[in-house]
Antibody, heavy 114, light 108 residues
Framework: QVHLQESGPRQVKPSETLSLTCTVS??????????WTWVRQTPGKGLEWIGD???????DYSPSLKSRLTISLDAPKNEFSLNLNSVTAADSAVYYC??????WGQGVLVTVSS | EIVLTQSPGTLSLSPGERATLSCRPS???????LAWYQQKPGQAPSLLIS???IRATGVPDRFSGSGSGTDFTLTISRLEAEDVAVYYC?????????FGQGTKVEIK
């Protein structure tokens, strides 16, 4: 069983950078077991695939976010991270990390507000 | 990007009835790359079906998936109260790996 836990600031100011970390247990981020993925959900709305990273550190991003987005892997800490810069209110959402959709973190609500 | 259209938006049925949920991709999706998720209120999504028809571990056999190309279906054979949720399809054939907008299942 793979367990994932998101962490990071719950509030970010407009134009600043949203940074989240997903801590993984039960699997190694250095293995090919999963595509380590970020998904977000705006309040009352549906799911949006943000991007993913493989154990090779090859990352794939949503075209709509690509210019502002970095997903990275920290093997020694068994974590992967999301950095989204120049945020606006439209980036307020629940952010989930997931192992190829098979296992999900509980999600973290991030609000962009001054 | 591939757009997934789910219908109906909301399905309201009595316990024991059959629920049929549709997911139609804008382009053909190889059936090996279509998943269904269940999201109960206040919870993260959970995987129900992968590869269009393969139930995830622990998923009751009243849930089944079928379809190919541009027409996929999730069926709940006998609806139970615990099935109240929003159901999403996702294609993972072509990046970005898009989700449908969801179908909300309610109990009458």
């Amino acid at each position: 069983q793979v367990h994932l836990q998101e962490s990071g600031p719950r509030q970010v100011k407009p134009s600043e950078t949203l940074s989240l970390t997903c801590t993984v247990s039960g699997a190694s981020v250095s293995s090919s077991y999963c595509y380590w993925t970020w998904v977000r959900q705006t309040p009352g709305k549906g799911l949006e695939w943000i991007g993913d990273i493989q154990h090779t550190r090859n990352a794939d991003y949503s075209p709509s976010l690509k210019s502002r987005l970095t997903i990275s892997l920290d093997a020694p800490k068994n974590e992967f991270s999301l950095n989204l810069n120049s945020v606006t209110a439209a980036d307020s959402a629940v952010y989930y990390c997931t192992c190829s959709g098979n296992f999900w973190g509980q999600g973290v609500l991030v609000t962009v507000s001054s | 990007e591939i757009v997934l259209t789910q219908s109906p938006g909301t399905l309201s049925l009595s316990p024991g009835e059959r629920a049929t949920l549709s997911c139609r991709p804008s382009e053909s999706v190889n059936s090996g790359f279509l998943a269904w998720y269940q999201q109960k209120p206040g919870q993260a999504p959970s995987l129900l079906i992968s590869a269009a028809s393969i139930r995830a571990t622990g998923v009751p056999d009243r849930f089944s998936g079928s379809g190919s190309g541009t027409d996929f279906t999730l069926t709940i054979s006998r609806l139970e109260a615990e099935d109240v949720a929003v159901y999403y399809c996702q294609q993972y054939l072509t990046s970005p790996y898009t989700f449908g907008q969801g179908t909300k299942v309610e109990i009458k």
